[in-house]
């Protein structure tokens, strides 16, 4: 069975810095293609960022571009989401995915975690 859980969300003030986590199982994270979309209430879904199944490819939406970096330890099935200057407009449900995105594409809801709550706020 295929699961992607999520944690390391949390309220952070602007400016902050928070690390996401997803550890995937079911399957092999290590030869799929994974990203990360958010959701913010009354929102649909945004596309955040991609990393191919090496590691070495990454793409970002233009909003977070230079303050979040994706990465990956496939030897741990995880990855990762570094966030840092946040802003509130930041602030959504954010879910890893498996599969690629990009800002014309978001990866179908049946292959995304459960999400992690990120609020920025003072």
């Known amino acids: 069975q295929v699961q992607l859980v999520e944690s390391g969300g949390g309220l952070v003030q602007p400016g902050g810095s928070l690390r996401l986590s997803c550890v995937a199982s079911?399957?092999?994270?290590?030869?799929?293609?994974m990203s990360w979309v958010r959701q913010a209430p009354g929102k649909g879904p945004e596309w955040v960022s991609s990393i191919n199944s090496g590691g070495v490819s990454t793409n970002y939406a233009d909003s977070v571009k230079g303050r979040f970096t994706i990465s990956r330890d496939n030897a741990k099935n995880t990855l990762y989401l570094q966030m840092n200057s946040l802003k509130p407009e930041d602030t959504a449900v954010y879910y890893c995915?498996?599969?690629?995105?990009?800002?014309?594409?978001?990866?179908?809801?049946?292959?995304w975690g459960q999400g992690t709550q990120v609020t920025v706020s003072s």
């Open positions: 079911g399957f092999t994270l290590g030869i799929s293609e």
């Open positions: 995915a498996r599969g690629p995105g990009s800002k014309w594409y978001t990866p179908p809801r049946a292959y």
